[in-house]
């Protein structure tokens, strides 16, 4: 492995997902001990558990009418595990020096190697009454790595999820772990009572817990409840060694917390450590530790704060405003900094000027972004998007390019041509946006492409230019695919957020479609009895979608957002206008789409997924509503897996998705099957709406066009997902099952699908 290989896998776990420990500081007391079980009732720590059921705590900040407080982030990116053989390889000659910032770990021949750090002060200002009002004011901000822009900086704090103790679900990487103090803890741990503990005056219980089963999403710790009032005062989470979570070989939570009252509780320090890798579990693997600090102080209530704290706007990590000198910090910082946390900022002031570095970085930023930076001002690509096939076109080659100057610009052009081989066609693709105000994010932006695209892979399109639709250029298809369609559109769009995570957006397009393979798929369609093969299509679209509880980086006209459990809803009304540039019909078109994912205490995580529309005029079949399918191999969201293109068309439909992940709750049972770390996943479908007559009867061919109108459309079945060695872990197989229309022309009774997820 050369230098360069080291560096990038370094980038690229610490920029995707999250991490846990190698170092076993404060961790030995939590080790399980073989000792005889109790039943519930007769176990001592039971009564404990039960008066603090019976005292279920909730955050003091939600008590007040008002609150304010200080909040000191600091963040650690640490290479671990580290051999000495490995640190004298010919390939670290001219960066060897990196090595004497190295810290000694446990064992003298393991190093542990920051190679980020990012330090933040905050001022929080919250209102309970008479409505909820919440500030986070960024005070100071300062970093040092491998990047030191706030895109790693946002993309390392959100890696953290915020967890209440009292909850019986806790949310580790979207994933639910049961709870030590939940009120059925019993029926997925053990408990002991040790001796006696102070904590910070405190005089309190200390209860071990361990998991009934080990080869199940669990965590072992010790919680310490104070004898007084029966509050958790500290509790300790260590995830067992088998954990089951992708690139993640485990993880360390410490949380410490203040008891005003018998009734509520106030954070007072949390401490995270996840260790990251990408091929071995093993826990003296070579990794990527991300070590996470926050203390939280100086707490007022009951300030009378006006209206006009919560008004001012947000400030960002990367405004130059918050850099300060170091006689600041040493002022402000709520605790010294490690010897290695200090390493960092010395380290990388020497290494930032190595050509071997700035070469490992650039093949980072390749592969995760999908892009090639030149000149600092242009990206060429996506990289992924450059081969692809379809009947129409056979292969086809795209290459494409946009404007980058940062992950900040407040404005972007963008473009892309493709050629066909197969029909001898160029096509291309043209977008520029600009955003006026990142507060609101107001964007303006227009567009032009001419290409060939798949009309029926989805419900409610996406009114973008630049997107990639893999029904219309993927490599692997079920069958032939002749439905495509030759699409000609110029828009324009405005968008806005008048509130956190709702957009307002509204799209004036227009647009011509034709068959692109007229021989084998008509859109053919009579108006005042005459027959047209290319439609035009003038509209307006306006959207509104809200994001409550997601959680972005980056505040230009892209933002990259972080994988959370926040629910989707868009409500979509499109009105066609006649007339306009010759404008074929007059049309009114109202779509819903709702997805929601659940966290299902520890029996997995189910997604949710319901779409509904409605046409209010008869339209020839390029307008129509088409129920998505899916005749490519792989995994698509939001399409059903055995219908064909086109063979469903509806007026009017609701769809209806559930898919739930059982995070290998089943297959643990199974033994040796067990020991392969598989992960369950079970779906249904199903899809109904109708079709009036008048529309059917506008299409010159019919294509026997129908909708599951008289029974409902349904398929089922079950995938296995986690499948892969060591920690990758990214492939997932659906095994599909048709429930019914299986007299239908062509009909697939059984499919199988795969595809790549990059998630834990």
């Not at 704060?305 to 040493?330: G, H, I, N, P, R």
């Not at 303006?444 to 009114?463: F, H, K, S």
């Amino acid at each position: 492995m050369n230098y360069c290989r080291v560096l990038f896998l370094t980038l690229l776990l610490t920029s995707v997902f999250v991490f846990s420990q190698v170092r076993e500081t404060d961790i030995d007391e939590v080790q399980i001990i073989a000792s005889k079980k109790l039943k519930k009732k007769d176990n001592p720590a039971y009564a404990i558990l039960q008066e603090v059921w019976k005292r279920k705590k909730s955050n003091g900040l939600s008590q007040f009418q008002d609150y304010q407080y200080e909040e000191y982030e600091k963040i650690e990116l640490d290479l671990a595990n580290l051999d000495s053989t490995f640190t004298q390889k010919k390939i670290f000659n001219k960066v060897g020096f990196i090595f004497k910032y190295a810290d000694t770990l446990d064992q003298p021949n393991q190093l542990s190697l920051p190679v980020y750090f990012n330090e933040t002060l905050y001022k929080n200002f919250g209102k309970n009454r008479p409505s909820k009002k919440e500030k986070r004011e960024i005070l100071a901000n300062k970093s040092s790595g491998l990047t030191s822009s706030d895109a790693m900086a946002n993309t390392a704090k959100n890696l953290y999820k915020e967890i209440d103790i009292y909850d019986n679900v806790l949310n580790f990487f979207n994933i639910g772990f049961t709870s030590p103090i939940a009120t059925d803890g019993f029926s997925a741990y053990d408990y002991q009572l040790l001796a006696d503990e102070t904590i910070n005056g405190n005089e309190c219980y200390r209860i071990k817990y361990a998991p009934k089963r080990r080869d199940v999403l669990s965590i072992y710790g010790v919680l310490y409840i104070s004898k007084e009032n029966y509050a958790v005062v500290r509790a300790t989470l260590k995830s067992t060694k088998s954990i089951n979570v992708n690139f993640v070989n485990g993880f360390y939570y410490d949380l410490e917390f203040d008891n005003p009252s018998d009734s509520i509780f106030l954070p007072k320090k949390n401490y995270q450590e996840i260790q990251m890798s990408v091929f071995r579990k093993k826990e003296k693997s070579k990794s990527i530790v991300a070590k996470k600090t926050v203390i939280f102080s100086d707490y007022l209530f009951d300030q009378n704060l006006s209206d006009a704290v919560f008004e001012t706007k947000e400030k960002y990590l990367s405004d130059s405003e918050f850099l300060k000198d170091e006689d600041y910090w040493q002022e402000n910082r709520k605790e010294e900094l490690s010897k290695s946390e200090a390493n960092v900022y010395t380290m990388m002031e020497e290494l930032e000027d190595v050509p071997q570095f700035k070469k490992a970085v650039k093949v980072y930023e390749v592969v995760s972004s999908g892009y090639y930076n030149a000149f600092k001002a242009i990206d060429f690509g996506d990289i992924f998007s450059v081969i692809g096939f379809n009947e129409v076109e056979g292969f086809r080659l795209r290459v494409g390019a946009r404007t980058y100057f940062s992950a900040n610009d407040m404005w972007r052009a963008a473009f892309y041509t493709a050629y066909g081989f197969k029909d001898d066609q160029l096509k291309y693709g043209f977008e520029f946006r600009k955003m006026f105000n990142r507060d609101n994010r107001f964007t303006l932006g227009v567009g032009t492409r001419r290409d060939i695209l798949q009309l029926g892979a989805q419900l409610i399109a996406d009114e973008g230019i630049m997107t990639r639709s893999f029904a219309s250029s993927g490599v692997l298809s079920s069958g032939d695919n002749f439905y495509l369609s030759s699409v000609n559109q110029v828009s324009g769009f405005a968008s806005i957020d008048p509130f956190k995570n709702v957009t307002l957006r509204l799209d004036a397009t227009h647009q011509t479609t034709k068959s692109a393979l007229p021989d084998k798929f008509s859109l053919d369609f009579y108006k005042n009895g005459r027959i047209f093969s290319e439609l035009t299509d003038s509209k307006l679209v306006m959207s509104v979608t809200a994001r409550p509880g997601a959680v972005f980086s980056q505040y230009g006209v892209d933002r990259y957002e972080h994988s959370t459990l926040a629910p989707t809803i868009t409500l979509k009304y499109t009105q066609g206008l006649e007339g306009v540039l010759k404008s074929d019909f007059n049309y009114s078109k109202l779509q819903l789409y709702y997805y929601q994912p659940i966290l299902l205490k520890s029996f997995g995580r189910l997604m949710l997924n319901i779409e509904a529309g409605k046409n209010f005029n008869k339209l020839p079949l390029a307008l129509l509503n088409i129920i998505p399918g899916n005749q490519s191999y792989n995994l698509m969201p939001n399409t059903f897996a055995l219908l064909n293109y086109y063979e469903f068309v509806a007026d009017q439909y609701v769809t209806f998705q559930a898919e739930h992940h059982f995070n290998g709750k089943i297959l643990s049972y199974i033994p040796l099957i067990k020991k392969l770390k598989l992960r369950e996943v079970a779906f249904y479908r199903t899809a109904m709406g109708s079709l009036m007559e008048r529309s059917v009867a506008m299409n010159v061919r019919n294509q026997n066009l129908s909708a599951p109108e008289k029974k409902p459309y349904y398929e089922y079945g079950f995938g296995i997902e986690n499948i892969g060695f060591g920690n990758i872990r990214i492939l997932r197989v659906d095994f599909n099952w048709r429930g019914n229309y299986l007299e239908n022309p062509e009909a697939k009774k059984f499919g199988i699908k795969f595809g790549f997820q990059y998630y834990f």
